[in-house]
């Protein structure tokens, strides 16, 4: 069968237009492809930082103003629910643990595992530590300030003669002496594998705690 020169172009178009359809859903296709890896790529880079995103916030350490003194309240509420009272050799113990127990969850938290201010950068044992005697600082002083201010009252009603100077300045000594006490019985604890429980313990001379019992000055 012949076949005339028109037909012979008209089917060469033909060839060339579905190679050109063949062609162009070919470039589709491999457009197609290019967008899908690049957003799979994009989804993949997402979740990995959404998980290390995720990983920090859950490794961000807040550190909190009131942590020694709410750690501090919970010990002598409970000295207070099996006892009714305590009085101020309560507080000095109760405020040792405290420090004692917080310190060793820093040394729990940081043993195996990174740790991170809010801002975003490390936060260290040593960050920590130091935040922590900066609130046993802070409560030593504050109880002094109480016993101080609950002594004026006392005096101008009439009730003391006058204000225990001397035995409210050893306050500070005796609260660094429970610090180290309950530091030494966290470690000897750790050494046996016992538990921070609070002493019976009475550091300086116990005419202080009668004087400081008799302000009502226990916080």
Same mark, same amino acid.
């Given at each position: 069968?012949?076949?005339?020169?028109?037909?012979?172009?008209?089917?060469?178009?033909?060839?060339?237009?579905?190679?050109?359809?063949?062609?162009?859903?070919?470039?589709?296709?491999?457009?197609?492809?290019?967008?899908?890896?690049?957003?799979?790529?994009? +989804?993949?880079?997402?979740?990995?930082?959404?998980?290390? +995103?995720?990983?920090?916030?859950?490794?961000?350490?807040?550190?909190?103003?009131?942590?020694?003194?709410?750690?501090?309240?919970?010990?002598?509420?409970?000295?207070?629910?099996?006892?009714?009272?305590?009085?101020?050799?309560?507080?000095?113990?109760?405020?040792?643990?405290?420090?004692?127990?917080?310190?060793?969850?820093?040394?729990?938290?940081?043993?195996?595992?990174?740790?991170?201010?809010?801002?975003?950068?490390?936060?260290?044992?040593?960050?920590?530590?130091?935040?922590?005697?900066?609130?046993?600082?802070?409560?030593? !002083?504050?109880?002094?300030?109480?016993?101080? +201010?609950?002594?004026?009252?006392? !005096?101008?009603?009439?009730? +003391?003669?006058?204000?225990?100077?001397?035995?409210?300045?050893?306050?500070?000594?005796?609260?660094?002496?429970?610090?180290?006490?309950?530091?030494?019985?966290?470690?000897?604890?750790?050494?046996?594998?016992?538990?921070?429980?609070?002493?019976?313990?009475?550091?300086?001379?116990?005419?202080?705690?009668? !004087?400081?019992?008799?302000?009502?000055?226990?916080?």
């Amino acid at each position: 069968m012949e076949i005339g020169a028109s037909e012979y172009a008209m089917h060469l178009r033909n060839g060339m237009k579905a190679d050109s359809v063949y062609l162009e859903s070919q470039r589709c296709q491999n457009t197609n492809q290019k967008v899908l890896n690049r957003d799979t790529l994009e +989804i993949s880079h997402l979740a990995n930082n959404r998980e290390k +995103i995720m990983e920090k916030i859950k490794h961000t350490a807040m550190q909190s103003a009131t942590s020694f003194s709410d750690m501090r309240a919970g010990i002598l509420k409970e000295v207070r629910e099996k006892r009714g009272q305590y009085g101020y050799s309560d507080v000095v113990n109760a405020c040792g643990l405290s420090y004692a127990k917080l310190y060793s969850e820093i040394e729990e938290r940081h043993e195996n595992e990174r740790y991170y201010h809010a801002d975003g950068t490390l936060l260290t044992k040593e960050d920590e530590i130091e935040w922590l005697d900066m609130q046993y600082d802070q409560e030593v !002083a504050w109880q002094k300030s109480c016993a101080r +201010i609950a002594a004026q009252g006392q !005096a101008f009603q009439g009730n +003391i003669s006058e204000i225990p100077t001397k035995e409210i300045e050893e306050l500070e000594n005796i609260f660094y002496q429970a610090k180290d006490a309950y530091r030494k019985m966290y470690r000897e604890s750790g050494q046996v594998g016992g538990q921070l429980v609070l002493q019976n313990f009475v550091f300086g001379n116990s005419r202080i705690y009668e !004087a400081l019992d008799s302000l009502g000055s226990m916080a």
